[in-house]
């Protein structure tokens, strides 16, 4: 069951070509910065630098959550970082070592915290302002178990299917079915927890439903890779209904439009510093003023 001819690896691997795909160019096996570049500080405490892709859309969205419950102090710059080689800037990598979007600096107390990876910024976010992580232990731990679920599951769907389906370069038959087997089978982990339970840790949003959304509904609704038709993910109906109601959110449809590149125009908001950037800097109204 193959359409690529046999590989034998060598003993001892070495970079000596680009891996192909869409990202070769930017891909590398080693960290650190390629190039000195700072970072834009705004006027908020909470500067976040980062693209709207799905880990992306997970921490706009809890801004926007914890603006929408009164929050103030969750007020935000959010700085648009592509990722076309922009992640290896000094400024960009002195925040996430491991130059990956999002990552946040709190500038709140007089030493400013940094904090990278997602699902650790919405923790960081949720203990900080206490909302959207319950207190009560059984509540907190299944919060927990979904956010981490989702930590452990989403590199198969992005990395494994996602990759294979459609960036690589050769569609190689054995590792898209072995990938689409195991997103089908979390589509079903997904499923079966939403037949009885609104949302992930039960009757109450929280920043589990934050963590996966992004991904998963997004999935659900056809958005990642053009898979839909392919996983057939009309079939998860208790997805849907709890896909659909968190995109109904009004802080949900704002996040979704923070550090956005593609799609309608007056859906991008490249930059947010201000709630009223969403009326009135989006792509539609300020044209290619924001891509620069």
Not at 56 to 69: F, S
Not at 142 to 152: A, C, I, K, P, Y
Not at 255 to 279: C, I, K, Y
């Amino acid at each position: 069951m193959t359409d690529t001819p046999a590989y034998e690896p060598p003993k001892v691997w070495t970079w000596n070509k680009e891996s192909g795909g869409r990202f070769a160019s930017i891909n590398r096996p080693i960290a650190g910065p390629t190039h000195d570049k700072e970072l834009p500080v705004g006027r908020h405490p909470l500067q976040l630098y980062s693209l709207a892709t799905p880990n992306g859309v997970k921490v706009t969205v809890m801004l926007e959550e914890l603006l929408a419950a009164g929050h103030k102090g969750a007020e935000y710059d959010a700085w648009l970082i592509k990722i076309d080689g922009n992640q290896f800037g000094s400024g960009f990598v002195a925040v996430n070592p491991n130059s990956k979007i999002p990552a946040l600096m709190d500038r709140s107390s007089p030493e400013p915290i940094r904090v990278f990876e997602s699902g650790s910024i919405l923790v960081y976010l949720a203990e900080k302002f206490g909302a959207f992580l319950p207190t009560d232990a059984k509540t907190r731990a299944e919060t927990f178990s979904w956010l981490f679920w989702q930590m452990g599951a989403a590199p198969y769907l992005g990395g494994g299917f996602g990759h294979f389906y459609a960036y690589a370069p050769t569609k190689i038959e054995y590792a898209i079915d072995r990938f689409a087997m195991e997103v089908k089978r979390q589509l079903d982990v997904l499923d079966r927890r939403l037949a009885d339970n609104e949302y992930l840790a039960g009757d109450v949003y929280t920043i589990a439903d934050m963590a996966v959304w992004p991904w998963y509904g997004g999935l659900a609704k056809g958005l990642l890779y053009g898979g839909g038709e392919f996983l057939s993910v009309q079939d998860y109906k208790n997805v849907q209904r709890w896909t659909d109601a968190i995109a109904a959110r009004p802080a949900v449809k704002r996040g979704r439009m923070v550090n956005r590149t593609w799609g309608e125009p007056s859906s991008q908001l490249h930059e947010r510093h201000d709630a009223s950037d969403f009326e009135t800097r989006t792509q539609d109204k300020i044209g290619e003023l924001a891509a620069s």
